[in-house]
C-alpha cells in the first residue's frame, strides 16, 4: 500500500465548478499535512498546509481527518488558472524534526473554458 | 528573495557518461532534499542533508548515486555511468526551522536529465 494515496484523475470540470480531491496516508503518527500545486513541467510549489480544524484561503479550503487519515481539498468557484497538478503531502516525522515528505502521485485537474 | 536554483536546466548525456547536477538552497535554510520525478510520475524522495547530520540516502535506487552538500549550502547530486532509466526531472528543494512551517520545502525549477 501507498504511504500517501490520491486519486489520479484526470478531473475536468466547467469553469466555476466546485471541485474536491482526496488522499488518504497510512502512516497514523504523521504530523503535518500540504497541498502542493504542480504546473505542467513546472516545479512543485506549496498551495496551503492543512491544519487539524481545517483552514480556508480565498477559494480553497483544506479538511484533516486525523480518525480517517484524511485529507481534502475543496476548489470553489474553478478558474482555468486552477488547471494543474495537485499534490498531497504528508510529514511521518515527529514534531520538532524536519524530515522528509513523502509525495502523492498527484491528483490532474483541468478546468475548461 | 533569491529562490532555490538549480543547474545547468537541461542535461543529455550518454549512457555510461557520469554527471553532475547542482543546487543552490535559499540562504540560511538548514535542510536540503533531492527527489526525482520521472514523465507523469509523483515525486521520488533521493536524499536529505539536515545541517552537520549524516545525510540521510534511504531514497538513493542505486550505489552510482551519491551527493554532497559543501559548507552546508551548495549540493552537488552525481550520478555515475548514467542509464537511460535516470532519465527524469531532478528536483531540489531547501526548508527552514526557523521560517514559516518548519518544514515547508520552496522547489528548485529541476534539472532535466536525458540519457541517450
Known amino acids: 500500500r501507498k504511504e500517501v494515496e490520491q486519486d489520479p484523475g484526470p478531473f475536468n470540470v466547467p469553469e466555476g465548478a466546485t471541485v474536491a480531491f482526496n488522499c488518504t496516508y497510512s502512516?497514523?503518527?504523521?504530523?503535518?499535512f500540504f497541498w502542493y500545486r504542480q504546473d505542467c513541467r513546472k516545479e512543485p510549489k506549496l498551495l496551503m498546509s492543512v491544519y487539524s480544524s481545517g483552514n480556508e484561503d480565498g477559494r480553497f479550503t483544506a479538511q484533516l481527518n486525523r480518525a480517517s487519515q484524511y485529507i481534502s481539498l475543496l476548489i470553489r468557484d474553478s478558474k482555468l488558472s486552477d488547471s494543474a497538478t495537485y499534490l498531497c503531502v504528508v510529514n511521518e516525522g515527529s514534531s520538532g524534526s524536519a524530515r522528509q515528505l513523502t509525495f502523492g502521485s498527484g491528483t490532474q485537474l483541468t478546468v475548461l473554458p | 528573495g533569491a529562490g532555490v536554483s538549480q543547474s545547468p536546466s537541461n542535461k543529455v548525456t550518454e549512457k555510461g557518461k557520469d554527471v553532475e547536477l547542482r543546487c543552490d538552497p535559499i540562504?540560511?535554510?538548514?535542510?536540503l532534499y533531492w527527489y526525482r520525478q520521472s514523465l507523469g510520475q509523483g515525486l521520488e524522495f533521493l536524499i536529505y542533508?539536515?545541517?552537520?547530520?549524516?545525510?540521510?540516502k534511504s531514497g538513493l535506487p542505486s550505489d552510482r548515486f551519491s551527493a554532497e552538500r559543501t559548507g552546508g549550502s551548495v549540493s552537488t547530486l552525481t550520478i555515475q555511468r548514467t542509464q537511460q532509466e535516470d532519465s527524469a526531472v531532478y528536483l531540489c528543494a531547501s526548508s527552514s526551522r526557523h521560517r514559516d512551517r518548519q518544514d515547508t520545502q520552496y522547489f528548485g525549477p529541476g534539472t532535466r536529465l536525458t540519457v541517450l
Open positions: 540562504s540560511g535554510h538548514t535542510a
Open positions: 502512516n497514523s503518527a504523521s504530523q503535518s
Open positions: 542533508f539536515q545541517g552537520n547530520s549524516a545525510p540521510d
